[in-house]
């Protein structure tokens, strides 16, 4: 494929930065600085998606990817796998290049990676999705995830202010109740962009949801708190007091968070604001957390996924932060 033609297959597949802005989307503006970090997280996405879109191969993707700024390299990452997974499903295509990615630099933004997958799945006919067999399978959820931030994200009415839940999905080796939860999860790290990372709205958002759904929602914004920022000391305080009896499930998000960011070496300070507050400790040390509670597969019939998530909650709550 020639420069010029990829070129254009970028100019054609990438969405325009403007579909990120604050404006464009509708989202609460708290204050300018916050502003500035949502729509450059958005830029960042797209830039990655770019590369990805018109790279001759992986690696030079990637070496792209590597001069970008540590904060918001991750999400660039994310954009990628997005990219290379839409570009995989096009007619004529090797259909390989999101699994190099995978197994290349992406490797150590899985998490993210992951995320961006389900974020094509979002905009590509089922037909056309990966197959995720061969992806690993406590990991693997983290499509789900995507999939429901970009549902939240680019459907904000329909998902977040008259709280639809997604009917149509199955997993492999999973009962329907948890796919729901894990969708819900990406949801929640949205309701942190919905919010303008005003911790105060993101409470009023989630409320909105039947009860049943906070658990999961809390979770997903903790997370979103910790890995992508916008809060002070004080409101990152408020959101943990506000949080009450879901404060393992923001611990858990944030431990989550940690981890992400801690194997790809994009640990910045904001990070350790949150992991501080919400975990009680340092990002490596929740990181940690996460790899110690993580499960080798599911038992009787609960996910691996579920059965982590729940160890890491707990594991806050053995040690008194909750």
């Known amino acids: 494929m020639s420069s010029t033609w990829r070129a254009l297959v970028r100019r054609a597949l990438t969405p325009s930065f403007t579909q990120t802005t604050m404006a464009k989307r509708g989202f609460h503006i708290k204050n300018e600085s916050s502003k500035e970090l949502l729509e450059t997280v958005g830029v960042s996405f797209l830039t990655g998606y770019g590369y990805a879109a018109e790279a001759k191969s992986t690696s030079t993707a990637e070496e792209r990817l590597e001069d970008l700024p540590t904060r918001f390299r991750g999400f660039a990452y994310e954009g990628a796998a997005m990219g290379f997974t839409v570009v995989d499903a096009l007619p004529f295509t090797s259909g390989r290049r999101v699994t190099e990615f995978l197994r290349g630099r992406g490797e150590d933004h899985i998490y993210m990676a992951y995320i961006g997958v389900g974020w094509a799945m ?85 409320e909105k949801f039947t009860e049943r759904r906070h658990a999961d929602l809390y979770s997903g914004a903790g997370l979103a708190a910790t890995y992508a920022g916008g809060a002070d000391p004080r409101e990152l305080r408020v959101f943990w007091d506000q949080a009450g009896q879901y404060r393992p499930q923001v611990a858990q998000g944030s431990a989550f968070a940690a981890e992400a960011r801690v194997r790809a070496g994009l640990v910045v300070p904001h990070t350790g604001l949150a992991t501080e507050l919400f975990c009680g400790m340092s990002p490596h040390e929740a990181s940690q957390v996460c790899l110690r509670t993580r499960p080798e597969h599911g038992e009787d019939g609960v996910p691996g996924h579920a059965i982590w998530r729940q160890r890491i909650a707990d594991e806050f709550v053995s040690l008194g932060r909750c």
């Open 122 to 206: 979002a905009r590509l006919p089922r037909f056309r999705w990966p197959r995720i067999e061969s992806l690993d399978p406590t990991l693997r959820w983290f499509l789900l995830d995507g999939y429901g931030f970009h549902q939240a994200y680019f459907h904000t009415d329909r998902y977040v202010h008259e709280q639809y839940e997604d009917p149509g999905f199955t997993w492999p080796d999973a009962p329907a109740s948890y796919v729901g939860r894990v969708l819900d999860q990406g949801i929640g790290r949205a309701l942190w962009f919905v919010a303008g990372t005003d911790p105060e709205l993101t409470r009023t958002l989630i």
